[in-house]
C-alpha cells in the first residue's frame, strides 16, 4: 500500500437537521475525522449543516476552493424527502466516480448490512478534490473508511498529478 502524500487534507461533512440544531450529537461525523486522520490526514471539521443543498454546496464549493485533497461527507444519502447530499454534490462535482460510490455499498451488503444498498451516495471529482458521500451512521462511516483507506494514497496523488 502506498503511502499518503505530505500535507494531505480532508474536511468532513456532516449533513442532519437534528446534529446542526442540536437535537443530537454529531458521532458519524467525528468518527470519520478520527479515521482520516489515523490515515494520516489533516482534518478540518466536522463541519454539521441541515440537509439544505444550499447550505451543504457552499460548504463544499469552500472545500474545493480551499485546496482540500479530499471531502468526505456523513448524512443525507438516504430515500427521506429531506435527504440532498448527492443533489448538493453532484451540483459541485466535474466528473463522477461510481465505482467508489457502488465498493461502498457493495461492501456494507456484503458485512450483513442489506439497507447499505438504500443509499444515494456519489464519488466524484471537483478540480483536485475528491468528493465522497457516506451514509448517516457510524456503521456507514466505518465501512467507508474500509474501502477508501488502501485507495486515498493514490488517489490523492493523481489529484495532485502524480503518474499511475
Given at each position: 500500500m502506498?503511502?499518503?502524500?505530505?500535507?494531505?487534507r480532508?474536511?468532513?461533512?456532516?449533513?442532519?437537521?437534528?446534529?446542526?440544531?442540536?437535537?443530537?450529537?454529531?458521532?458519524?461525523?467525528?468518527v470519520?475525522?478520527?479515521g482520516?486522520?489515523e490515515?494520516?490526514?489533516?482534518?478540518?471539521?466536522?463541519?454539521?449543516r441541515?440537509?439544505?443543498?444550499?447550505?451543504?454546496?457552499?460548504?463544499l464549493?469552500?472545500?474545493?476552493?480551499?485546496?482540500?485533497?479530499?471531502?468526505?461527507?456523513?448524512?443525507?444519502?438516504g430515500?427521506?424527502?429531506?435527504?440532498?447530499?448527492?443533489?448538493a454534490?453532484?451540483?459541485?462535482?466535474?466528473?463522477?466516480?461510481?465505482g467508489?460510490?457502488?465498493?461502498?455499498?457493495?461492501?456494507?451488503?456484503?458485512?450483513?448490512?442489506?439497507?447499505s444498498?438504500l443509499?444515494?451516495?456519489?464519488?466524484?471529482?471537483?478540480?483536485?478534490?475528491?468528493?465522497?458521500?457516506?451514509?448517516?451512521?457510524t456503521?456507514?462511516v466505518?465501512?467507508?473508511?474500509?474501502?477508501?483507506?488502501?485507495?486515498?494514497p493514490?488517489?490523492?496523488?493523481q489529484l495532485?498529478?502524480?503518474?499511475?
Amino acid at each position: 500500500m502506498s503511502e499518503l502524500p505530505d500535507g494531505a487534507r480532508a474536511v468532513v461533512v456532516t449533513a442532519s437537521n437534528r446534529a446542526a440544531f442540536g437535537v443530537y450529537e454529531d458521532t458519524s461525523g467525528r468518527v470519520l475525522a478520527e479515521g482520516l486522520r489515523e490515515l494520516g490526514f489533516t482534518v478540518e471539521g466536522p463541519h454539521v449543516r441541515p440537509d439544505d443543498a444550499a447550505e451543504l454546496e457552499i460548504v463544499l464549493e469552500e472545500a474545493i476552493v480551499g485546496g482540500a485533497d479530499v471531502v468526505l461527507t456523513t448524512g443525507g444519502t438516504g430515500l427521506s424527502p429531506t435527504d440532498v447530499t448527492p443533489e448538493a454534490t453532484r451540483a459541485v462535482l466535474e466528473r463522477e466516480a461510481p465505482g467508489i460510490a457502488e465498493a461502498i455499498r457493495r461492501y456494507g451488503a456484503g458485512h450483513g448490512v442489506p439497507t447499505s444498498v438504500l443509499s444515494r451516495g456519489l464519488a466524484g471529482i471537483a478540480g483536485r478534490t475528491l468528493i465522497v458521500n457516506l451514509p448517516g451512521s457510524t456503521g456507514g462511516v466505518r465501512d467507508g473508511l474500509a474501502v477508501l483507506g488502501p485507495l486515498l494514497p493514490h488517489v490523492v496523488s493523481q489529484l495532485r498529478g502524480g503518474d499511475h
